[in-house]
């Protein structure tokens, strides 16, 4: 199958390929949809404008949110979007991809406060909104930081390198 990259410059490129591929898929120039309120769970986001979590790989050494991560989250909210998704944050040391994957601890919890803080001041002061905020907690399982795999960190204690790599092990018939 031949693909195509999705690179139109204007709405009328984008229905001629809908056509010309035989796609039935409803276009709109009126996109005043997307800045109705919708309530979700009994919560008010206040627009259907969403931030997809996406991993920017910029925290610092001890998992909080670094000064990129800041930019970002800031930039995100000033443009207007209703729900803010924050990216994966492990929930533990050992659940951590990659070092520099944001990592939310007791002796970070005021930069992370001060992130939330200040991307719902930024987005109050954009659009006169509060953005929804979401966290993705996570842990990188078998994949995790690889000290703990190998029994230098803390979480790994006591193992060693073959038993707690999962990846080693045969599965049972």
Same mark, same amino acid.
Request: charged share 25%; hydrophobic share 35%.
């Given at each position: 199958m031949q693909q195509f990259r999705?690179?139109? @410059?204007?709405?009328?490129?984008?229905?001629?390929?809908?056509?010309?591929?035989? /796609?039935?898929?409803?276009?709109? &120039?009126?996109?005043?949809?997307? @800045?109705?309120?919708?309530?979700?769970?009994?919560?008010?986001?206040?627009?259907? /404008?969403?931030?997809?979590?996406? &991993?920017?790989c910029d925290a610092l050494a001890d998992g909080s949110p670094g000064e990129l991560t800041f930019r970002r989250y800031l930039r995100f909210a000033r443009g207007g979007s209703g729900l803010i998704w924050f990216e994966a944050t492990a929930a533990s040391e050992a659940g951590r991809g990659k070092?520099?994957?944001?990592?939310?601890?007791?002796?970070?919890?005021?930069?992370f406060a001060k992130l939330v803080d200040q991307t719902r001041q930024a987005g109050l002061e954009a659009s006169g909104e509060v953005p929804y905020l979401v966290l993705q907690l996570t842990h990188a399982g078998r994949y995790g930081d690889a000290r703990a795999r190998a029994g230098t960190g803390s979480a790994g204690r006591g193992r060693s390198a073959k038993t707690s790599d999962h990846r080693r092990r045969t599965p049972s018939p």
């Open positions: 999705f690179n139109y @410059k204007t709405l009328e490129d984008f229905t001629a390929d809908l056509e010309r591929f035989k /796609l039935e898929l409803p276009v709109s &120039e009126d996109l005043s949809l997307l @800045k109705a309120p919708v309530t979700v769970g009994g919560k008010k986001i206040p627009n259907r /404008l969403g931030i997809q979590p996406m &991993e920017g070092p520099t994957q944001l990592y939310l601890h007791e002796g970070n919890v005021d930069s």
